[in-house]
């Protein structure tokens, strides 16, 4: 048993504390607690602190270092086979993706109300990748781990979409039911954010009609809003005119101009099993 003295147990206590959404309490309570003697703790802080990556990363907030670090993301082939995973950090750095041809499976959520207006979030400034840009519901990764790995009627990437609609947006499971995602289509494309970031995703899209309550987690959204077909037009105006600072990410502007307003007919009519296709992969630019 490691026994702390009185400094030890003050430069303990002095790191910062961080409180949970109550509503992440089963997911957090699900992930396993790692317990660490004084010599252990030690030598993982001054092996953090003297990493080259964490040196050159410094100002990436606490929270997106966490997840770039923690998280793996599966890769794909351009046929959407598994092949391996990899940290998110590597994931997204453009001198892997172009040196190793790091492809990662990712999804884009739909989500409307029954009204058939579309939920949009604008991706908080911390965000590595595409900071403040808007972009549709909810955009991020199935991760390598059992429940979000499951090919069949693709529910691991159904399962991911639950997870991410909480942890961003606040919007609980019990609302958003796994059965009730459509997957419509998938897209294969790579996007430079800045010069040392970017994307190179098989994207699942995802279409989900439902009412909600929505509590936006600051970490991750810096703001949200429902658009109707024409608000939405007149986003895409701005967006091109270079007025009002608006930016779009190249995900979703890439599902816009090839595919979302003759789906979103098919939203209003209750037919969008009707223009369902998982076998196609569209390789966008």
Known sequence: MSVFCGSQIHTLLSFPIRIVNPKSFPQFLSRPIKFYSHRQFSSSIRATSASPMAAADSAMDAVQRRL???????????QDRVVGHESKYNCHLMEKIESENLLHRAFSVFLFNTKYELLLQQRSATKVTFP???????????????????????????????????????ISAVDVPVDQFTPLGRILYKAPSDGKWGEHELDYLLFIIRDVEVHPNPDEVADVKYVDRDQLKEILRKADAGEGGIKLSPWFRLVVDNFLFKWWDHVEKGTLLEVADMKTIHKLT
């Open 68 to 78: 770039m670090f923690e998280d793996e993301c599966i890769l794909v082939n351009e």
């Open 132 to 170: 403040l840009v808007w972009t549709n519901t909810c955009c991020s990764h199935p991760l390598h781990r059992e429940s979000e790995l499951i090919e069949e009627n693709f529910l691991g990437v159904r399962n991911a979409a639950q997870r991410k609609l909480l942890d961003e947006l606040g």
